[in-house]
């Protein structure tokens, strides 16, 4: 019989426990939220030996067991046995060798718990190349726990770890000795604590007296453990300072014994050389536009091929069953509802993954820890703090992870400024929309060899996008009235050589929930709008056939156009032209038709729906030019009533402008709810962001036109 329990994994952040997690799981995960908190909950199920499996939980990283964040305090409850749903039989924590003093406070906290743990050192070779080298017996000796190097990123160390796990649960856990004597830091309380709640280690029963108020415990144990407080005089401030200066003096013994490190006069590490480039107060801040430069160059420079060979072979398909199909609703639905949706998702495939390719390198070389940095003194001048900048880079692949991820701000206002403006960080949904509208009004000629005009438009709306976040969240501090302390503190990981196998890994899972998530969304909406625009009020649709039928009778020589205004006629009484029709009024000061119009109303339900919308319009109208077999040849070659273009440079950049600004994602207003526990914020979101979109984009039409 397999005996199964369960395993939390702990570690300070950026130790290598994502990594580990990831590698003990493979794809056997799932992701859910801790009850009660909006904190994600990773768990994974892994086989540790032939008659004992285990399932792995993600705890949040945490630098030590006094939390401050909403995700340490989760961490902090499971270890503390304060949370009911989540019960770990063992605790696996992951220490960075490479930084071993920081990581052993918290290791040797765990130690004090008196919890079966098992210790797996990562990071062991950057240790070495520091010049550092770590006895593991005689630390073994000196914590008294079982420890393993590892490497999840090369599977190196998994199969002993293992090993320990199975020992450590079978061999019945014998606690440790303490790391230091608890007891001594309040000795009275810590007794008259441990009487109170039976079967308490000292270093629990500590913790008790401290955060007993952010416990679930009955009111009258709540109350008698304020009542040994008072009568002790315990100084829970006092009490912890003490507790840190105690384990930080041991660690430094055992590390003097254990470990042997490089001379601090040697040579500046290669991280420190290149970070005083990067970092510096002036090349940095060039550096980083460089880089973002270069990045939306490549989008246009990478994808263009694939992408005219994908809107190539639709067009040659699309053509070829119009010419071989027969003329019935179904076929027209094939051609213009299908097949149409189809080609509006899978065209920008190719720029989607070079994207989130590209900025998967970036991560995994450490440098976008270092955009918080140098960001965090600009951050502070409008109210947030360099940790909201990893919410708003992380908004450029979807604003809904990304308003999660601000959870990591400890300052509530600064948490709430930052969920407020990172829906304004142009996502990947709106990559589709710019990349279609751009390539109607802006020219592809490259400037002095290289430089595309494209790429340089599609990084001004980017930067639109992030220098309005900044001004509205400069706006916005002024009426939030919270008023708590603020740290930025950034632990910079260093520089290594990018993983290629992750970053084509991540371009094609961003593929495929493109493909699969927000493809089925636009595929809906195509083949409804294309049922609406075909079919309409039913006496409307028959005067327009009989007037038709008959401008043909009297004059056969022009049936072809006619056919074409026929089929125009056909959409502007359908049911879609119709309520295009009715709110043309509000959108033709910002030189919008009646068509955008639509696209405008579906995109509200994602953004990327605006390009299928337009696909569907197109095909069923069909008013373009009849050897016009793209969306952006027909887009292009579509006029207005006086002969001048519908996409215009004035329309064209007022609906850029317009989609960098707009809220346009009922899932970011959920989430934006389930954040902030009230329909007030996403309220507020949905009606700052549509003016400020409308008056932009009005402004934009003005100045252009």
């Not at 040579?267 to 550096?287: A, N």
Request: glycine share 6%; hydrophobic share 45%; aromatic share 10%.
């Amino acid at each position: 019989m397999i005996k199964k329990i369960n395993i939390a994994l702990v570690g300070n952040p950026n130790s290598g426990k994502s990594s580990l997690f990831n590698a003990l799981t493979g794809l056997n995960q799932k992701v859910g939220n801790f009850p009660g908190v909006t904190v994600d909950k990773k768990t994974g199920h892994c086989s540790i030996a032939e008659n004992l499996s285990a399932t792995l939980i993600d705890l949040p990283g945490t630098y030590s067991l006094y939390p401050k964040r909403a995700d340490e305090w989760v961490a902090y409850r499971v270890l503390l046995q304060q949370d009911a749903a989540v019960k770990p039989d063992m605790i696996l924590l992951v220490a960075d060798a490479s930084n071993l003093k920081r990581n052993l406070l918290f290791c040797s906290q765990i130690v004090d718990l008196k919890i079966p743990v098992v210790v797996a050192l990562s990071m062991v070779d950057l240790a070495k190349s520091k010049g550092t080298e770590i006895d593991i017996p005689g630390m073994e000796r000196e914590l008294g726990v079982q420890i393993v190097a590892i490497n999840p990123r090369k599977q190196k160390g998994l199969p002993q770890l293992k090993k320990l796990i199975e020992q450590t649960y079978n061999s019945h856990f014998i606690a440790p000795r303490d790391f230091i004597n608890s007891q001594a830091l309040a000795e009275q309380p810590v007794e008259a604590l441990k009487h109170l709640v039976p079967g308490t280690s000292d270093y629990m029963a500590l913790h008790y007296l401290i955060n007993h108020e952010h416990f679930k415990l009955s009111g009258n144990l709540q109350e008698e453990i304020e009542q040994i407080e008072i009568a002790h005089k315990f100084n829970p401030t006092k009490t912890q300072a003490e507790e840190i200066m105690q384990r930080y003096a041991r660690i430094k013994q055992i590390m003097h014994h254990t470990v042997v490190e490089a001379d601090p006069l040697q040579k500046t590490l290669f991280t420190e050389k290149l970070d005083r480039v990067l970092l510096h107060r002036r090349w940095g801040y060039i550096i980083l536009l460089t880089v973002l430069f270069l990045l939306f160059q490549s989008v246009f420079w990478i994808a263009q091929y694939p992408m005219d060979g994908i809107e190539w072979s639709f067009g040659k398909l699309s053509g070829w069953l119009g010419g071989n199909l027969p003329e019935t609703w179904w076929s027209d639905l094939l051609i213009n509802g299908v097949l149409a949706g189809l080609s509006g998702i899978l065209i920008f495939i190719p720029q989607i993954m070079i994207l989130f390719g590209l900025i998967t390198l970036l991560e995994d070389t450490g440098y976008m820890a270092r955009i918080s940095f140098l960001t965090d003194k600009l951050m502070r001048k409008v109210g947030l703090n360099g940790k909201s900048v990893m919410p708003m880079i992380s908004g450029l692949a979807c604003a809904v992870p990304a308003i999660m991820t601000a959870r990591n701000i400890e300052n509530r206002k600064e948490r709430l400024l930052t969920i407020m403006v990172t829906p304004l960080m142009s996502c990947s949904a709106r990559l589709p929309v710019y990349t279609i509208l751009i390539s109607l009004i802006i020219p592809a000629k490259l400037y002095v060899g290289f430089i595309s005009m494209q790429g340089l438009v599609m990084m001004a709306l980017y930067l639109l996008g992030t220098v309005m976040a900044l001004i509205v969240s400069f706006v916005m501090r002024w009426f939030i009235n919270i008023k708590e302390k603020s740290f930025f503190i950034l632990e910079l990981p260093v520089y290594r050589s990018p993983r290629w196998k992750n970053a084509v890994t991540t371009m094609i899972e961003k593929a495929r929930i493109f493909v699969f998530d927000a493809g089925k969304v636009i595929m809906v909406i195509s083949l409804l709008l294309w049922a609406l625009s075909t079919y309409g009020p039913r006496e409307k649709m028959k005067n327009v056939s009989e007037k038709y039928a008959e401008l043909v009778r009297l004059n056969p020589s022009q049936e072809a156009e006619l056919d074409k205004e026929y089929k125009t006629a056909l959409l502007q009484n359908s049911y879609a032209g119709t309520l295009g029709k009715s709110i043309e009024p509000i959108i033709a000061p910002l030189g919008y038709d009646w068509k955008i119009g639509i696209a405008l109303i579906t995109s509200f339900a994602a953004r990327e729906v605006f390009v299928g919308t337009m696909a569907t319009l197109y095909s069923v109208g069909d008013d373009a030019d009849e050897n016009s077999n793209t969306l952006r040849q027909k887009m292009a070659a579509a006029v207005r009533a006086d002969g001048t273009p519908v996409y215009d440079l004035a329309t064209g950049l007022s609906l850029l402008v317009f989609y960098v600004l707009a809220m346009q994602c009922m899932s970011t207003l959920a989430v934006v709810k389930r954040e902030t526990r009230s329909w007030k914020w996403p309220a507020i979101q949905l009606v700052y962001m549509t003016v400020l979109a409308y008056t932009m984009s009005w402004f934009t039409y003005i100045i252009f036109n």
